[in-house]
């Protein structure tokens, strides 16, 4: 027998088609302690420098909304263990935040608290996540360092620049509400470590080495830069993939033939004096003419494409 249809719900299509309508770009102004721990660098520059859209389902976006909901749960949950939690900064009123490398690194804690059971007297950075079954269960066996290296590197950073010693691991497993909780002790060789990484990725003017280059890799496989990387996919045309541009200080961008910062709006439009990082074009690059403002390309099919010589 034929497989049935799935049921067609128009309410449901349209909960999910407004997550998709109300969701942002997904180029995220810095580059973030929380993907700080992915392995692949190239992956991490790719993030930074804007060159792919995130186009998640609404499924996958209401889905990310249910564990930005379950922080609130767990700061409540832990007052009524008696700890002190702060899920703002006082001195901002806003969620805690931390930056380095000039502003073009950093990330927000979830919450600071003091009055852990496990050690009352002791500041600790509260770090909460939520798991599916499979990935709680190796989190139970394997510890955080092991089972979930990025998080575990996103406390490292966090703790090195709050200058906290530890950190609280909260996680919950989304099928059966079960809880567990790691704490982590600072490990200054790592943040430094993390934060040199960090900062290699931001200086560097072409892509990193990726992970693989065989694109069948099973972490390439479920990676958002996939077709850029190992397809050809052109890239997203902005200042951060523009040639002109580099990352200066308190976290902005400058361009050089204008010779002026630009803040994110207008490194999101661009302009029309953009040229790709070369890198960035999937072909060999034959001809140029700094003065007409273009580059030429033979591309892979052996055809001639020529980027920029439009007005200013
Ligand atoms: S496709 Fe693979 S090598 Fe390329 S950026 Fe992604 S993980 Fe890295
Ligand atoms: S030339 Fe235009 S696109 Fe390139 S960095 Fe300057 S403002 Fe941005």
Redesign the pocket.
């Known amino acids: 027998m034929a497989p049935l249809p799935k049921p067609h719900s128009p309410t449901v299509e349209a909960i999910l088609a407004a997550y998709e309508s109300d969701s942002r770009d997904g180029f995220r102004p810095h580059l973030g302690a929380s993907l700080i721990g992915k392995e692949c660098e190239r992956a991490l520059w790719f993030d930074f420098r804007w060159t792919t859209r995130s186009q998640f389902s609404g499924r996958m976006l209401r889905l990310f909304e249910t564990g930005q909901l379950e922080e609130n749960r767990f700061v409540r949950n832990l007052r009524r263990t008696g700890a002190t939690v702060l899920d703002v900064d006082p001195q901002t009123g806003r969620q805690w935040r931390v930056a380095a490398c000039d502003g073009h690194f950093g990330g927000s804690l979830d919450a600071a608290a003091v009055g852990i059971l496990e050690a009352p007297k002791t500041w600790h950075v509260c770090e909460f996540k939520t798991h599916n079954a499979s990935s709680f269960a190796e989190l139970r066996k394997e510890g955080v360092k092991k089972a979930k290296p990025q998080h575990y590197a996103q406390m490292q950073i966090y703790m090195h620049l709050t200058g906290m010693s530890r950190a609280l691991y909260l996680a919950v497993n989304k099928d059966c509400d079960d809880l567990y909780s790691e704490r982590v002790r600072a490990d200054e060789a790592e943040a430094l470590r993390l934060l040199a990484k960090a900062e290699r990725i931001i200086r560097a003017e072409r892509p990193p080495m990726g992970v693989s280059v065989d694109p069948s890799w099973y972490q390439c496989r479920m990676c958002n830069h996939h077709p850029v990387c190992h397809e050809g996919q052109s890239v997203e045309?902005?200042?951060?993939?523009?040639?002109?541009?580099t990352p200066a200080q308190h976290g902005l961008?400058?361009?050089?033939?204008?010779e002026?910062l630009?803040v994110i709006d207008?490194?999101k439009?661009?302009?029309?004096?953009?040229?790709f990082i070369p890198d960035l074009v999937a072909g060999e690059q034959v001809d140029a003419d700094p003065k007409g403002g273009w580059v030429e390309y033979r591309l892979r099919d052996g055809s001639l494409w020529r980027d920029g010589g439009m007005p200013?």
């Open positions: 045309r902005n200042c951060r993939t523009c040639l002109h541009s961008w400058v361009c050089s033939p204008i002026r630009l207008e490194q439009a661009g302009c029309t004096a953009h040229l200013c």
